[in-house]
């Protein structure tokens, strides 16, 4: 299998997604979460400094996708994309879909194979996967990885079960583990894909 390096031109391989629904508020009932500008804008600039190959925001609310259609559209052929050509590039990365199912299907016509299934929250899990572990085998090309980031308080119990692997949380030294999912997905990023 050939292999490839996160410092030769990225990981072409490897999408993220970010999952608006289904997804738990604080009371753990599933809810839709809101898209916001700051998420689409931080998460793809992050997916396109590490050389991800797509950015997948995931709502079905037809409301939610038409906003996240509208940011897109200003800074991809409006008075953003001339102003700001770093974050157009960026952005070319994002893709609106309506379910992880249609995020899935798409990827495998894109790769012509399964991608597999990698979640992430901030609880350790039985199906825990280290970050060395997971960036060697994206190294190899062929294999298509979807990270999946959760809104609100976090992924279902219903997409870990779906899961080829779930990624080990980012700890901290003290009790408390709420980071934004634009810093966490930074953070990940730079784990799994920054040049050492």
């Excluded at 974050?87 to 399964?114: C, I, N, Q, T, W």
Aim: net charge positive; hydrophobic share 40%; aromatic share 8%.
């Amino acid at each position: 299998m050939q292999q490839m390096s996160g410092a030769c031109g990225g990981y072409p391989n490897v999408s993220i997604a970010l999952l608006h629904h289904p997804v738990y508020d604080k009371n753990r009932q599933v809810v839709h979460t809101a898209v916001t500008n700051l998420d689409i804008h931080d998460i793809a600039r992050s997916a396109r400094t590490f050389g991800l190959s797509r950015y997948y925001l995931v709502t079905p609310i037809p409301g939610q996708q038409e906003l996240a259609g509208r940011i897109l559209r200003h800074w991809q052929e409006g008075w953003g994309a001339t102003y700001n050509p770093k974050r157009k590039a960026a952005l070319e990365l994002v893709r609106v879909a309506d379910s992880l199912d249609d995020v899935l299907a798409e990827m495998e016509v894109r790769f012509g194979r399964p991608a597999k299934l990698v979640t992430t929250g901030a609880r350790i899990h039985p199906r825990n996967v280290t970050f060395g572990r997971l960036t060697e085998l994206m190294g190899v090309r062929e294999q298509p990885y979807l990270i999946v980031f959760g809104t609100g308080w976090g992924l279902t119990e219903e997409v870990f079960d779906r899961a080829d692997m779930v990624l080990e949380p980012i700890k901290g030294p003290g009790e408390y583990n709420h980071l934004s999912v634009r810093s966490a997905a930074a953070i990940i990023m730079d784990r799994l894909f920054g040049v050492r």
